[in-house]
């Protein structure tokens, strides 16, 4: 259990491909509530979906949607976390994320020559960096001691005290003491970490980590460095788009990478770091009948370059290269180029970008590379611009949404509420003349183009879940009018008691 809210620790073992064995071995705590349909998920997610002759130790994660509707935990903090947690880093209440140690060595002893094993942490907190460390440490150990290992691993954790936005937090765990900060919702945006203490007096000294969530972009992004507009706009618009990877830890570090890029706005559509071919939503976002849906999805198994080939976004990653001391890139290619057998690496689409490419960051960037910058530099260099390109994007909208809202004196308990000014595109458009992204961001290109793009989502009474990521981005940007009718400036027709996309209580998905 993660000491936060309901979450658990599972294990499988089973041949590759083999589906006989549909039940974790062991689920600890004991009380942890999952469905066996939510156990059969984890366990097909749990292990490679396509054959892998790679031995050794392997982590990657995933996100599982909970089945059934809400259930009480006895974590419940009656919202607080959430109110002071980054939108990036609130406990989700609809889904549950995953994080993965698979292990594969060969064994004579064994049916298949192979011992094969996983360890998986289940939590509703996207802390990454953080269980992904504690599973280091936990699963080799637990491999060999199995259960009465976990179960004192579980009876640490237990202690620990809960997750505060803004405090940092000394977690023992198997002799060890990792300390991390928990982020703040008052962290200034792209500042640096808050520098650890309280060090000298812990002994052994602490296993220090710089973030709990945030991944090494620059490693995650290298094949894709000069296409990093392109994918940032494709995330800011909620497109459909198939990461295929040639494995588990590639595919879901992409995946978690991009939807990372709207730092710090949440990414409000789905998204799915890995994806196997047993999920039972495989039917829908393989159906012809109707548009693919807006979500970010990681696969692995070359089926689905057949069944996903009618997605109109595709990054097809391959193993790391290089091309002399640089990093090999791919190349944008069109969607009737993807071949069923032997796809190449690329992106397959027919988007157009609004957005010029920033020719001065990918010079940066390559010549660290020449010059061997650490890759947290070069990450950093990459959330900076990301961050830039958001806030340019954003704060012209934020601008016009608070011009929409009645002054403060107008509102007084002794008359009725004010009414909010309904969204116009027509004057937003207007007001981008002298107050739009020019004003912030060097970077050139159709600016107006981009905010139409995000406008089409802003139709209502369609039945595609876009609208919701508009909302969601709006919500996430101007926090203070969480507790106004965003939706009925937005969407006039649409009851403004549907709030799935704010707060801290998401929409129960079954």
Avoid at 249 to 273: G, H, I, K, N, Q
Avoid at 414 to 426: A, L, T, V, Y
Wanted: net charge positive.
């Amino acid at each position: 259990r993660d000491g936060e809210e309901g979450s658990g620790n599972g294990e499988r073992e089973r041949g590759i491909g083999d589906g006989a064995l549909l039940s974790p071995q062991l689920v600890y705590p004991h009380d942890f509530r999952l469905t066996e349909k939510e156990k059969t998920s984890i366990c097909y997610l749990s292990f490679p979906d396509s054959y892998s002759g790679g031995l050794g130790d392997t982590q990657f994660s995933f996100r599982l949607r909970q089945a059934g509707g809400s259930r009480s935990s006895p974590f419940q903090d009656d919202g607080r976390y959430n109110r002071e947690a980054p939108v990036t880093l609130q406990r989700e209440a609809a889904h549950y994320f995953g994080y993965v140690y698979f292990r594969q060595v060969k064994d004579s002893s064994m049916r298949r020559g192979y011992f094969q094993k996983s360890l998986v942490l289940v939590s509703r907190l996207p802390y990454v960096n953080l269980f992904q460390c504690l599973l280091q440490l936990i699963a080799p150990e637990y491999f060999d001691k199995l259960e009465p290992c976990l179960e004192a691993v579980c009876n640490e954790i237990d202690q620990w005290p809960p997750p505060v936005p803004g405090q940092t937090l000394n977690l023992p765990v198997m002799g060890v003491v990792i300390q991390v900060r928990i982020p703040s919702r008052v962290d200034k945006p792209g500042s640096s970490p808050v520098k650890q203490c309280n060090q000298e007096n812990l002994l052994p000294a602490p296993l220090v980590l710089p973030s709990v969530h945030e991944l090494d972009l620059f490693r995650c992004f290298q094949p894709v460095l000069i296409h990093i507009q392109m994918l940032w706009e494709l995330m800011l618009l909620g497109e459909p788009m198939v990461v295929m990877a040639p494995s588990p830890t590639m595919s879901s570090e992409m995946v978690l990478a991009l939807t990372s890029c709207l730092a710090p706005l949440r990414y409000c559509c789905d998204f799915r770091p890995y994806f196997t071919i047993h999920d039972s939503e495989f039917k829908e976002y393989t159906t012809r009948t109707q548009a693919p849906p807006n979500i970010v999805v990681g696969v692995t198994n070359p089926f689905f370059i057949k069944t996903l080939q009618h997605w109109p976004h595709i990054l097809r990653v391959g193993e790391p290269r290089m091309s002399g001391d640089l990093p090999k890139q791919v190349k944008v290619k069109k969607l009737a180029k993807l071949k069923t057998l032997d796809t190449k690496p690329g992106i397959y689409t027919s988007y157009k970008t609004f957005l010029h490419k920033d020719k001065t960051l990918i010079k940066r960037l390559l010549k660290g590379i020449q010059r061997k910058r650490p890759s947290e530099v070069q990450s950093a260099l990459l959330r900076r611009h990301l961050l830039e390109l958001t806030q340019s994007f954003i704060i012209p909208l934020e601008h016009y949404m608070a011009s929409l809202m009645p002054l403060q004196r107008a509102i007084t308990p002794w008359k009725n509420p004010p009414q909010i000014r309904p969204f116009c595109q027509e004057d937003f458009m207007k007001s981008l003349e002298h107050a739009g992204p020019q004003l912030t961001c060097v970077l050139k290109g159709d600016w107006l183009g981009l905010y139409r793009g995000l406008g089409e989502m802003w139709q209502p009474g369609g039945s595609n879940p876009a609208p919701l990521h508009t909302v969601g981005l709006l919500d996430c940007s101007c926090p203070e009018l969480g507790q106004l009718p965003v939706q009925a400036v937005l969407f006039p027709s649409v009851p403004a008691h549907s709030q799935g996309w704010g707060g801290s209580e998401g929409a129960e998905l079954s």
